[in-house]
């Protein structure tokens, strides 16, 4: 295992076109692209783990991949293939989850695994609507956890409420209904984030979502059209270095090219209302809004969260540590879906801000952060991508040593080489 030393920086100013490129809406590409006949084109495809297992997964079910290093071709027949081996999702619950919608519907055998992480987060979320309309999936524990097989078949429609609020399982029943025997109605509590949607529909499928929050999906009478698309920059990956220039002072970042959907840039409105200067220069609408966001340090004041969470729910292990040096007290509740991410993201940002002499609260459903000093700690990432990167921004104000960081390659694999532009950061076996 490798773990990460980052010393103390000093004021920086730093403008970065090379944040990666949109995890959620990579997956989507790659496997959107089985449901459309001819070649999908796509630019700045996310290279990281998670997504390039998703694209495995997807030559395994029929497509042809050409990497052109600037593009990815998909070539596809608009048919899914019974694949020959098991499908390995890696890290990956939104490639589990979303394949699981998508195979329910289609002829043939499929098993789809994990690695040991993923192997233990719940599935009958998506399992048990899926079963209700017809689909046949198996799993340990009746399903809850991978290795989960699924007989792809055919589906009845639907009108589901959903009592979680997750893109996750609105996406993997839309990829259902796309395929159901009649029109299907998904409702939500509140908006999660709608890549599925806007993309979907942009390839020709008949999705419409009301002010009501339901949508309705028709049955695909042919072929999606395929994609020709740009990827634009990670949100959730841009946040970490936001939060480095919210935190170190005099301070500035500019972040190129990122996504501005609304359900993915709540964190930075948060932010800025902690104090940090926040600004989005909107220069593109392709299937989402697109520009930079421009960070600058400032004081920051203490902040209660606990509506749309779904909104900033990937972010709040960063937005921890601008809690944590904020003055006063912080409060995240109503994120119980926290726990079951890449690791229980409530136990791991409580037990690391202990470690660095943060008084924290733990509750079912969130956290208390008393704003303080950080103070330099060797910290793990318990296998988790965002807590890994996390700890290393809170290393930028007061040095830190973080272990077992290879899971950032799950999403942003340029994460040393942009943090080693503001400070000295070394990556060396543990131990
Ligand atoms: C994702 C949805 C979110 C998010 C995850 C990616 C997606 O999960 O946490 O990192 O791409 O749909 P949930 O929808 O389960 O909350």
Redesign the pocket.
Known sequence: MKKAVVKKCDRFLLEIDSIAPD??IS??CAMFSLLAKGKSVVKNFLRAEDTLNTLNIVKSLGAKVTDNTETIEIECSGEIKEPFDVLDCGNS??GM??FCGLLSSSDGHFVLTGDKYLRKRPMK?VAEPLRSIGAKIDGREEGEYAPLCIRGGRLKSFDYKST????????ALILAALRAEGVSTYKEKEL??D??ERMLKGMGADIKTDENLITTISPLKEPLKPLEITIPADP?SAFFFAVAAAIVPDSKVVLKNVTLNPTRVEAFNVLKQMGAKVEFVQKADIYEPIGDIVVESSELNGIEVGSNI?WL??ELPALSIAMALAKGKSVVKNAK?LR??ESDRIKTVVTNLRKCGIDVKEFEDGYEITGGELKSAKVSSFGDHRIAMSFLIAGLKCGMEVEDTECINTSFPNFFELIGKISQTEVKDED
């Open positions: 995890k959620s997956h989507r619950g939104t989850r979303l979320r979680i609020a997750s893109a996750q399982i609105k996406s999660t984030r890549h599925t959730s779904s729910i990937d879906e079951v991410k």
